[in-house]
């Protein structure tokens, strides 16, 4: 079943986005315009009480109710210090209301920069505090390029591999 998707990306020009959205539809033959999709490009978006609440208005207010909210990236919307637990719970804890309006919240987050072996376990490649993967994160996805074949040409959408390090359920 297709789930109604707002992704707010606080990175890439609007132009960037909505060609990386058109490729990934065509790659899997699907119409990106049909799509419960909702793109919001740069709309200055820090995870604050103030901003949280406003944004929870204004979907509100707008009767756009996604199931699913993607916000790229963390660095550019978290208020505070990624190497402190403090401030990423802080962060945690803000996004509360967005989970409740949206029930699933998605944030991209960069990875550290590789040291020795690579790749390294999933809970010790996000940048910044522990905080990220510990008591806060539900689950973490990591994703790399593999390094046997290289980069791939920008008219293919890039394969892809899916890491699950062992999660309790």
């Given at each position: 079943r297709q789930a109604s998707v707002l992704y707010i990306d606080e990175e890439m020009p609007a132009r960037t986005l909505h060609r990386r959205v058109k490729r990934l539809g065509r790659a899997i033959g699907v119409e990106t315009s049909d799509l419960p999709l909702w793109l919001s490009n740069r709309p200055g978006l820090t995870i604050t009480p103030q901003k949280i609440t406003q944004l929870c208005?204004?979907?509100?207010?707008?009767?756009?109710?996604?199931?699913?909210?993607?916000?790229?990236?963390?660095?550019?919307?978290?208020?505070?210090?990624?190497?402190?637990?403090?401030?990423?719970?802080?962060?945690?804890?803000?996004?509360?209301?967005?989970?409740?309006?949206?029930?699933?919240?998605?944030?991209?987050?960069?990875?550290?920069?590789?040291?020795?072996?690579?790749?390294?376990?999933?809970?010790?490649?996000?940048?910044?505090?522990?905080?990220?993967?510990?008591?806060?994160?539900?689950?973490?996805?990591?994703f790399f390029r593999d390094p046997v074949h290289g980069e791939v040409p920008d008219q293919v959408p890039a394969p892809i591999r899916i890491d699950l390090d062992g999660v309790a359920l």
């Open positions: 208005s204004m979907l509100g207010s707008a009767g756009i109710k996604p199931e699913v909210i993607i916000i790229e990236a963390v660095r550019r919307v978290m208020v505070g210090d990624e190497n402190s637990a403090e401030d990423v719970s802080r962060m945690w804890n803000t996004l509360t209301p967005l989970a409740r309006a949206g029930g699933t919240v998605i944030l991209s987050h960069h990875k550290v920069k590789p040291q020795g072996q690579y790749p390294r376990a999933v809970q010790h490649t996000a940048s910044g505090s522990g905080d990220f993967i510990g008591d806060a994160a539900d689950m973490q996805y990591d």
